[in-house]
């Protein structure tokens, strides 16, 4: 049984991104890319909100072909590249290799992804829809990296007034920038 993990950056007051969808205030380098690498070698598939998807089907595909790109972008690109893809849209359809796109019963056609034999089902950003998953228990865990930033207004990681979720910290960890790591 695969586990679904979600891995978001997050501001101090709880939002993922600004008012406008902006995430110039996350704070990435090679510290936190070794680190965050550990979780994509144990993921072998990866789930994605529509939004989420496009952007990072945009960059990653062909980022490693890139005359700058990072060792980072490399190893990336080769992670996204390899593993199955899962995407919640309700309008995207397009055939592409090893995308397949989820709508209608989420629950149980995550529930049944999460059922096949495999390594981590891995989940970056996708707020909304990694508030659905939340919202239907779906989500086995969460690596929040908490930037030093106050944002006033944006996009919450989570909004549902309706369900308090109590949560147990795995483990934590500090980056030289500031950046703390909750698992």
Known sequence: MR??????????????AGPNGEMDWIHVDDELFDYIS???????AAIYGRVTY????????????????????IEHSEWYNRVEKYVL??????QKPKTTFLSGDI???????KAQS??????????????????????DELWLFVNPVLLGRGIPF???????????????????????ELH
């Open 3 to 16: 586990k679904l993990i979600v891995s978001v950056h997050i501001s101090l007051d709880g939002f993922v």
């Open 38 to 44: 550990k979780l994509t070698s144990q993921s072998d």
């Open 54 to 73: 496009q952007m990072m089907d945009a960059y990653w595909p062909t980022a490693a072909d890139q005359p700058e790109a990072s060792n980072h972008d």
């Open 89 to 94: 849209s309700v309008t995207l359809t397009d």
């Open 107 to 113: 629950a149980e056609k995550v529930g049944s992804i």
């Open 118 to 139: 495999g390594e981590k089902l891995l989940m970056f950003g996708s707020p909304t829809a990694a508030q659905t998953l939340m919202r239907l228990n779906l989500v």
């Open 158 to 180: 989570y909004k549902d007034p309706s369900q308090t979720k109590r949560l147990h910290l795995i483990e934590s960890h500090v980056f030289s920038s500031g950046v703390t």
